[in-house]
């Protein structure tokens, strides 16, 4: 057991680590919070025109886990994202699975780009929806998670993420989900089929605006996270290791 000084030293830096992760958590979730506020005045309610997602984006589709399920993951490569890292809003870091450049390959098809919408189609998380980080590129998506890639780019990316995660949205698509006879499961011909208002250009444009310049700060902040959460790591290793 190490000295008790060394271990009051140990448990008050790792207190300021927490207590600074859990700052930076805050204000992410303000962020989203203010998002949502901002999406709501400027859409909810308002007699848009709609469209199908098919008429939207240019790629619709899901992916496939590789031979050998999670024994032929790997600790670095090329990101294989599971619905355990999409979540409403945000992308979830933790447990994500890497592949090699053969497993990428068989996924070809499912290879995600810069401003995908990836939005969970399967099990307890169906309907979750966030954008793809920039920092987990080269990646592929399992057959749990669809990708979605919108004509037009960035800005109409935050609108689509914002809106299917929005709660009357959200209600629609757990209902598809729900509809099924074996399991939660939404298909590709039903996304594809799927509607949903469509502003003008120009008010998209405004709001994916406002939502990059969010979502460049709440990307520091999680880049932030993860380092405090190793350096907490090996703060207590190496005091477990004396």
């Given at each position: 057991v190490p000295p008790m000084d060394e271990q009051r030293k140990a448990v008050n830096s790792s207190?300021?680590?927490?207590?600074?992760?859990?700052?930076?958590?805050?204000i992410n979730d303000n962020l989203v919070e203010t998002l949502k506020t901002i999406y709501r005045d400027s859409f909810a309610g308002k007699p848009f025109e709609?469209?199908?997602?098919?008429?939207?984006?240019?790629?619709?589709?899901?992916?496939?886990?590789?031979r050998g399920g999670k024994e032929s993951y790997?600790?670095?490569?090329?990101?294989?994202?599971?619905?355990?890292?999409?979540?409403?809003?945000?992308?979830?870091?933790?447990?994500?699975?890497?592949?090699?450049?053969?497993?990428?390959?068989?996924?070809?098809?499912?290879?995600?780009?810069?401003?995908?919408?990836?939005?969970?189609?399967?099990?307890?998380?169906?309907?979750?929806?966030?954008?793809?980080p920039p920092d987990v590129l080269p990646a592929r998506v399992n057959q749990h998670v669809?990708?979605?890639?919108?004509?037009?780019?960035?800005?109409?990316?935050?609108?689509?993420?914002?809106?299917l995660c929005d709660s009357k949205y959200k209600s629609l698509l757990?209902?598809?989900?729900?509809?099924?006879?074996?399991?939660?499961?939404?298909n590709k011909q039903e996304m594809e089929a799927f509607t949903i208002p469509v502003p003008a250009i120009s008010e998209i444009n405004a709001f994916g605006t406002k939502a990059a310049t969010s979502y460049s700060q709440i990307r520091n902040n999680d880049r932030e996270i993860a380092v405090l959460l190793?350096?907490?790591?090996?703060?207590?290793?190496?005091?477990?290791?004396?």
């Open positions: 207190k300021v680590i927490t207590e600074r992760i859990e700052l930076k958590r805050r709609t469209k199908s997602l098919v008429d939207l984006c240019s790629k619709i589709g899901s992916g496939a886990t590789p790997h600790n670095e490569g090329i990101s294989l994202i599971r619905s355990t890292n999409v979540h409403d809003y945000v992308f979830s870091y933790s447990d994500l699975a890497f592949i090699d450049k053969t497993q990428a390959d068989a996924l070809s098809n499912v290879t995600v780009q810069t401003n995908d919408v990836l939005f969970n189609i399967t099990g307890v998380s169906i309907a979750r929806c966030c954008i793809v669809m990708i979605l890639r919108p004509y037009l780019g960035e800005y109409m990316s935050y609108y689509l993420m914002f809106t757990l209902g598809i989900g729900q509809s099924g006879s074996t399991r939660e499961a939404i190793e350096l907490q790591r090996i703060l207590l290793s190496q005091l477990s290791s004396r």
